[in-house]
């Protein structure tokens, strides 16, 4: 009788095995996959509103810092995931910073472009499949095939649109 139990317990061990591996394979498929596209097109057509000189030569003449780019990330990731990801692929410089009042990353420069060097009211902002959120990046999860543009504003977004 005691080796039927322990034959019986093996097998257990056996099907629980092949249930983490069967868990482990779903947790792989569970991913999105999204795109992200980065311009200042309102900048580069408005250079006479530099703040700040030095950027000049950061400036693409198209506008475009990064042209439309596909990802697949894990299920969860937030907007600022991606675009963190689409610039260390790319090579392209981005800083950010964590707000506590908002609980979430405010992206301060991408391209070595900042808020503010193009006035008070510019700095970057980001739509999803067309719409501005009212949130902040790193607080926007993903779904599939969603739509990351950042864009520079020179005045606010109302040139974006918003």
Same mark, same amino acid.
């Given at each position: 009788?005691?080796? !039927?139990?322990?034959?019986?317990? =093996?097998?257990?061990?056996?099907?629980?095995?092949?249930?983490?591996?069967?868990?482990?394979?779903?947790?792989?498929?569970?991913?999105?996959?999204?795109? @992200?596209?980065?311009?200042?097109?309102?900048?580069?057509g408005n250079?006479?509103? +530099?703040?700040n000189e030095?950027?000049?030569?950061?400036?693409?003449?198209?506008?475009?810092?990064? =042209?439309?780019?596909?990802?697949?990330?894990?299920?969860?990731?937030?907007?600022?995931? +991606?675009?963190?990801?689409?610039?260390?692929?790319?090579?392209?410089?981005? !800083? =950010?910073?964590?707000?506590? @009042?908002?609980?979430?990353?405010?992206?301060?420069?991408?391209?070595?472009?900042?808020?503010?060097?193009?006035?008070?009211? =510019?700095?970057?902002?980001?739509?999803?499949?067309?719409?501005?959120?009212?949130?902040?990046?790193?607080?926007?999860?993903?779904?599939?095939?969603?739509?990351?543009?950042?864009?520079?504003?020179?005045?606010?977004?109302?040139? +974006?649109?918003k």
């Amino acid at each position: 009788e005691k080796k !039927e139990k322990k034959s019986t317990k =093996s097998k257990k061990k056996k099907s629980g095995s092949k249930k983490k591996v069967k868990t482990k394979k779903k947790e792989k498929e569970e991913t999105v996959t999204v795109s @992200v596209y980065i311009e200042c097109k309102k900048l580069s057509g408005n250079m006479d509103k +530099l703040t700040n000189e030095s950027i000049r030569k950061y400036i693409p003449s198209s506008g475009v810092i990064i =042209s439309k780019s596909t990802y697949t990330l894990k299920k969860g990731s937030s907007a600022y995931d +991606l675009t963190y990801k689409a610039c260390r692929d790319k090579g392209v410089h981005i !800083e =950010s910073s964590y707000s506590a @009042v908002y609980d979430t990353r405010y992206v301060e420069g991408i391209g070595y472009i900042y808020e503010m060097d193009a006035g008070p009211d =510019s700095g970057w902002m980001y739509r999803v499949n067309g719409a501005f959120p009212d949130y902040g990046c790193s607080g926007y999860t993903l779904n599939d095939k969603d739509s990351v543009v950042w864009s520079y504003t020179c005045n606010g977004g109302k040139d +974006l649109g918003k």
